[in-house]
């Protein structure tokens, strides 16, 4: 199933039941029901079934990172000790794996490694200079038929098996500069307790800013994230080459 058991609470009501947090509001639970009823289109689109929460979710990054998540497994980082201070991005919506199922989501962290790779003048063999194709790629007919650019923009394309999902509605950002053994959101945490991942569907904050938080109410989703916690819930499918190129509203 997509939750752990409900909770029982007192409320002015009567006893309630809260499927995924125990101390959720009533706008709170419309939220998490609201990110959940999102994951469940593209959970039944791929695996037909609710109940197995298999989906295909992309990942951007250098391609060496991809190539080493391809052939080994994908990194998931360790957890954080409990009076670890949040200063910055050690995983807004847990400390694991992320994914998303948006490709152009993706493709904004694959643009942000290359321009830092540029800043920082990183190996030819995590970016290289447009037109060239890696070492790793050298070999492959299906690499070598595309068009010279093709190693500059990857993405991978893996079966994730997300288990039991938390909707994760935490504001990432409410708890900056304090403990994790002290704050209230997922950031820097690990997965939910009676859970296997999280998901949340999010808004961009600020023009062509990487920093996105849970969607309100009456916002549209700009982009979700899919977080896991084992390496064994993914499945490294395809290395999807592309090109990026200029359009009327920006980059496409």
Known sequence: ADAAASFAISGGGGRRRRRWNAAD????????????????????RVSGNDHVNLVMAWHGNTLQRLLHA????VYIPRPLSRDHVVNSDVGFFGRGFYMTQYPSYGD?????????????RESASQVLPSGEVCDACKDSPSVQSTASSACDWPLLLSYVLMGRVYPAIEDPFQDIGKPLSESTSLHGKECAAGYHSHYAIVKQRGHNSLYYSPCAADEPPDADELV??????????????YDAHETGGGQG
């Open 108 to 120: 904004r962290y694959v643009s942000s490694k290359k321009k830092k790779a540029a800043r920082s």
């Open 70 to 73: 391809a052939v080994s497994g």
């Open 228 to 241: 896991v916690f084992s390496r064994d819930q993914v499945l490294p499918r395809y290395l999807v080459f």
């Open 25 to 44: 509001t009533d706008e709170e639970e419309a939220l998490r029901e609201r990110s959940m009823r999102f994951f469940r289109r593209y959970s039944l």
